[in-house]
C-alpha cells in the first residue's frame, strides 16, 4: 500500500543529500510538477528556482492561474516568456515526434539560461512512470517521445533530479493531497501543450483556434459536472484537424474547420476510456464552438476510442 506520508518524508532527505547547491525545477503548474517543487521546496527552500515557460501553447489564462498556484505555495518562482522562441523554432514541423523533441530540447535551453543565471547545476523534473515507459528505450518501444523524456537533448548540460520517477498519477495525487497542493485534482496537461492539439503546423492562427475550443470544452464538461448531470472525466480537451469540410452559414456554402473532442476515464493514464458524455452536453459543446468559432470552425466530432489502441492525446 502506498504511503504517501512516508514517501514524502524520504523524498525530502535524499533530496537534501542528492542537491547540496542549488536547483531549477520545471513546473508547468500540473499535478506532477508542482508536487515535484513543493516537496523539493521543503528540502532546499529558496535554493530551488522555480520556472514556468510560456511556450505560446498554453490554454486560456495558463499563466495567471500558475502564478497564483507558486504565490499559494510560496515558491521562489519566474515566469518566462518564450513563445517567439518556440513558434519559430517550430515553424514548418507537422509531424508529431519532431514537435516533442524540438520542445522538448527548447525547454532545456530555458532552464539552463535559468540555471546559469541563478548558479545552479542541478535541474529538477516532475518525470512520472508513464512518461518514461511510453517514450521508450533499448529494451521498449517508443509510444510517443515525452518531452521531458525522449525531447532532452543529449548535450545538455544540468544534472537531472527526478523524484517522482518511480510513481503512477494516482499516486501522485495522493501526495498532493497530502501536501494540501490546491491542483491535486487537476486534469493532466501535456508539457508540449496546444502544439500537439493541433494535428499538423502549430501556427499562432492554429494554436489560438485550439485554444478557444479547449476553453469551451472544458468550462461545458465542468458545469454540467457541478450541475450533477455527469461525472467530471479524467481529462477532456479538443484537438484540431488538419481537415476542412462543407458547412452552411446562413443560406450560403462555408468551408470551415474541423473540431474533435476528447474525453476519457481514466487511473494512471496507462489506460483509458472514453466518457460517455451526455447527448446534451455534447450539444452544447457544439453549438458553443461553431456559433461563437464561425469564422473558423463549422464541424465538431466526438472521439469514442479507448486507450489501447488510442492513445489519450492524438500526437
Known sequence: MFDAKEFVEEKIEEIKAAIPGRAVIACSGGVDSTVAAAIVSKAIGDRLLTVYVDTGFMRKGESATVSKIFDNLHLNYRIIDASEEFFSALKGITEPEQKRKIIGAGFIRVFEREAKAFHSEYLVQGTIAPDWIESGDKLRDTIKSHHNVGGLPEDMKLKLVEP?????????????????????????????????????????????????????????????????????????????????????????????????????????????????????????????????????????????????PATIEWE
Open 164 to 308: 517522482l520517477r518511480d510513481l503512477y498519477k494516482d499516486e501522485v495525487r495522493k501526495v498532493a493531497r497530502h501536501l494540501d497542493v490546491e491542483v491535486s485534482e487537476k486534469q493532466p496537461f501535456p508539457g508540449p501543450a496546444l502544439a500537439i492539439r493541433v494535428i499538423g503546423e502549430p501556427t499562432r492562427e492554429n494554436v489560438e483556434i485550439v485554444r478557444e475550443a479547449c476553453a469551451i470544452v472544458e468550462e461545458e464538461l465542468e458545469a454540467a459536472a457541478k450541475r450533477g448531470e455527469m461525472e467530471r472525466p479524467w481529462q477532456y480537451f479538443a484537438v484540431l484537424l488538419p481537415v476542412q469540410s462543407v458547412g452552411v452559414q446562413g443560406d450560403r456554402r462555408a468551408y470551415g474547420r474541423t473540431i474533435a473532442v476528447r474525453a476519457v476515464e481514466s487511473i494512471d493514464g496507462m489506460s483509458a476510456a472514453y466518457s460517455r458524455i451526455p447527448h446534451d452536453v455534447l450539444e452544447k459543446i457544439s453549438l458553443r464552438i461553431t456559433s461563437e468559432m464561425k469564422a473558423n470552425v463549422n464541424r465538431v466530432v466526438y472521439d469514442i476510442t479507448h486507450k489501447p
